[in-house]
């Protein structure tokens, strides 16, 4: 589905393979999403959280990253204890891969779970193709 009005994004590329779509409601920003070599995240104002608007902001900034970088497969790196970000990945249609490890910059590890969006057949790739895609 489309983005309800008043709702809207501004994207705006910064340096190569980095994305910033920018989220507006009455031209105010409430939030953004970040591509940043193929790994997606997503913030969002608190007051705007917890409405369903999440799943959809991360879906339409999906979809337009992708067709601007077709044949690529998106990732998200979530903390476990964050249920709703999961859940709005889910519902964005991303798939759980598996938990990973993250290096701190302190050299300690923290763990992630690593959700993989897969362009659909019109986009030319076949689901099963995502090992194939996923960043390392």
Partial sequence: GR???PYGMVQKQTEAKQFFFIVLKNSKKIGQVRVDRHAISINLDSRYRHQGLGSRIISKASRLYLKQNPHQALIALIDPSNHPSIRA???ARYTFHRAVYLKR??????KALKYVYVPTQTQGLRTGQFKKLVPV
């Avoid at 910059?105 to 923290?110: A, F, I, Q, V």
């Fill in 3 to 5: 983005l309800a009005y």
């Fill in 89 to 91: 990945f889910e519902k």
């Fill in 105 to 110: 910059e302190d050299g300690s590890r923290k």
